[in-house]
């Protein structure tokens, strides 16, 4: 029976297809650290197909996606927003410890919990269709001490009138209060005189008193939604922060190319996106739906989405430097670079990022001596991750062992899986 390998998801999650959690690397002498994969090259002809153990997962490519249907169509969408949402490191480079998967938006259900209670029908009211939320702070998620925090959230509606009315009555309704959150301060945001926005302060029982700035900004069809936290005292960073994003944001939404609605489209149902545009997601360990709640798996990002996923600065800028143009998501994370030394530095980049973070190597996979594998322990539990390069393609395959269940084997699995998937790559899509 194939192990769960996403235990405790919404507290730490995989990380570049390993674990997500503070993937940032802080040195940047760990630069070179990652074995070089061309001098264990000599090491292939040591790989033991008939001892690599698979388990249940599949040792093929999968079959060509088709055309996005109205079963996925909101997946797809969100997916393909992540490249247009700022990345939070973009609003303030300490931004970079990422606690939970960001979020494709599949219903405005999910908006009441990501923004405010309500939310969701308030959206839904007025015509919501998709969207994407972006998450993460300055250090590690900790409930005992102070947080410097963003939640930055890109919600497209049918038309801009949805999209205006969804921000009145949300920042109404904070300003008015409920029963269950007590009125908020109203403020303005002089560089957007159109965002609305207000201020609320609470007490954690651990960390203390704490300041939450909510902007909402409609923008066209869509609606901004950047709420900020951060130690009570300090407003300015809050209003600054919440403004960079907006400042950063508008453009890059502007830029995004939605898939018209059957309104904008005469009437007429629109032509339905490609899925797996860059056929890379053939290649990647399918990720089972009950695991991918947040529809932000089973997916294909370019640079910046991968951005939101890892927290890492590098990685963004080292994908668009090597041309990795097309990554694959799901039960284990696919890179194509547009040569051998491109997919070399991605992999650097990505065990570096790794072992900045205290890690150790750990066995290979048995009869699999071309992956490294490392291990790291973390406050919710050990990572396992492991790592190959073939070709043009890097792989990697991460778990978090945590509440007494062991997700090691399953990675081990995966990772020999992976490899033999990656023999029937094409090295010159």
Known sequence: MKATTWTMRAAAIVCAGTLLVGCTSEDPDTEGAAPDTNSSKSAESTVDVEALDTGDYPTEPAPPFGLATTEDILDVEGQRMAEFVTIPYEVDPELTFVDSSPNVIRSADALSVLIATGAGDVARENRFLSGYSTRAAKTEFLRTQPMHQINHTILRFQDPEGAEATARRLHDQMIAGTDDEPAQEKLTLEAHPETLASLSRYEDPDAGGHERFTAFTPHGDYVIATIVTAPEGETAWLAETASTAVELQKPLIERFPAAPTRARNNGEAPDMPQVDQGRIQIYAIPEDEENNPNGDDRAGYGPRGMGHRSGDPRLVEVLTETGSEHNAVGDST???????????????????????????????????????????????????????REGRYVASVGALTALGEDNKPSVLQRTSAQYLILQHADQNA
């Open 334 to 388: 696919v890179y194509r670079a547009s040569d051998e030394a491109g997919a070399e530095k991605i992999y650097q980049t990505v065990v570096n990022s790794l072992l900045s973070r205290g890690a150790v190597e750990e066995p290979s996979p048995e009869g699999l001596p071309v992956a490294k594998c490392y291990s790291v322990a973390t406050q919710y539990g050990v990572e396992d991750h492991c790592f190959l």
